[in-house]
């Protein structure tokens, strides 16, 4: 099995013996009972990693780790980002969650006319901080040591902004004539994917996107939910690049 994964602010200057305390500390210790000579990971989610070894615990909360090895893990090429339309409840952390988990590099909440969920003032920097979370956590649980971004909502201006400086840039809708899984992909530079919401994407965003140089693509003959298209799309993205070989 391999080794937890565990948070810590920064690993620059690290020495060979470290203190993992607070929250992770906490965890490492009460929840994952970790003992003496078992593996973890120390990282900072931005791609740097420290291997380690537990020496011992103090407390509840304190796990006592002799570091063993330092580096850093390259960005992954082509970038993947997905623009997620904001779904209803709690789908959007579950979309996050779930693509999270398969590799997406970034992912952007969307605010497309068809929402019926409105990210404003407090309520929206709630659940931005809910996404953002959810991203850390599930890279913890999948052992990624780069978290995926979660960048701020974007307006649909942007979005089309983001889709005009990507290296390829797809929309998933019925209107599409091509399959996701037949189109030529970059080996390099940056995939831009967007999933509409419950309600489709606009006619106007469509247009708007096709300006920006996005085409419209099948994904499959079922209909997903906006809360599991994403993920889907991503992980035929990801085996089709080679970012799986």
Known sequence: MTAPVFVVDRLDGIGPEFVLDGPEGRHAVSVKRLRPGEAVVLTDGAGRRAEC?????????????????????????????????????????????????????????????????????????????????????????????????????????????????????????????????????????????????EGGVAPEELTLFAQAGARAFRLGRTVLRTSTAGTAAAALLLGRSGRWS
């Not at 011992?56 to 006592?64: A, V």
């Not at 330092?70 to 979309?95: F, H, Y």
């Open 53 to 197: 070894e537990v020496v011992g615990t103090e407390g509840k909360d304190r796990l006592l780790v002799h570091v063993t090895s330092l580096s850093e893990e390259p960005p992954e090429a082509p970038r993947i980002t997905v623009v997620q339309a904001l779904p209803k409840g709690d789908r959007g952390e579950l979309a996050v969650e779930t693509m999270t988990e398969v590799g997406v590099d970034a992912i952007v909440p969307w605010q497309a006319s068809r929402c019926i969920t409105q990210w404003k003032g407090e309520r929206g920097l709630k659940a931005l901080g809910k996404w953002r979370a959810t991203a850390r956590e599930a890279g913890k649980q999948s052992r990624r040591v780069r978290f995926p971004e979660v960048a701020d909502a974007a307006t649909t201006k942007q979005v089309a902004a983001l889709l005009a400086k990507a290296d390829f840039a797809a929309v998933l809708h019925e209107s599409g004539e091509e399959p996701l899984a037949t189109v030529e992909l970059p080996a390099e530079g940056g995939i831009v994917l967007v999933v509409g919401p």
